[in-house]
């Protein structure tokens, strides 16, 4: 696995664990190798989000200290599809945010690798004065290393595709590749 597929399935596992009303699959060559959430019906591979949050985090730590990960089985170097499908309860909202109902109020979420402090550097940069005026909270995984950043959003736009958190989620996005680039070996744009 790449760090970039490792990424990927980090955020995917974290949102999944941390909001519930998501469900995550795990595919290669068509082929489901892993499926958590809250979908319908038995899926082959099903494991529960506890238990897929931990083996992430473990293969995450492996590939850390430069060990070649296999993990589900695939060859090291190989990444897995990683799928999020929104369930019932949850909409998705801009790319890679998700609009949860939790009891009657909703919440728009999403996840990034930033560590916390990183995070709110984006966020204050992006939202400025406007971080605070829609309740944006940042909760950290330490488990995988995953920044998860939600906001309150109002009753009346469940159905609604904007999200108050995109201009958040951008700055997010533009921080992780930046220090993605900063951590290639050899020549810029040599992806490991």
Do not use: K
């Amino acid at each position: 696995m790449t760090n970039r597929g490792m990424a990927a399935l980090r955020r995917a596992t974290t949102l999944v664990h941390a909001l519930g009303g998501l469900e995550l699959r795990v595919l290669h060559a068509g082929r489901v190798m892993a499926a958590v959430g809250s979908g319908p019906g038995d899926h082959c591979g099903a494991m529960g989000t506890c238990d897929l949050r931990v083996a992430v985090a473990h293969a995450y730590r492996l590939l850390q200290s430069g060990t070649g990960v296999r993990f589900l089985h695939l060859d090291p170097g190989v990444d897995p599809t990683v799928e999020l499908v929104a369930g019932p309860r949850c909409r998705v909202v801009g790319t890679d945010i998700y609009r949860v109902q939790v009891g009657t109020a909703l919440v728009d979420a999403f996840a990034t690798t930033l560590d916390p402090g990183d995070c709110r550097a984006a966020l204050d940069r992006a939202l400025g004065e406007r971080a605070e005026a829609i309740a944006v909270r940042v909760c950290p995984d330490e488990l995988t290393d995953v920044t998860v950043v939600h906001a309150p959003v109002e009753a009346a736009p469940w159905t609604s595709v904007a999200s108050p958190l995109q201009d958040a989620l951008a700055a997010c996005l533009v921080d992780e590749l930046v220090a993605e680039v900063g951590c290639w070996p050899g020549t810029a744009g040599e992806a490991p």
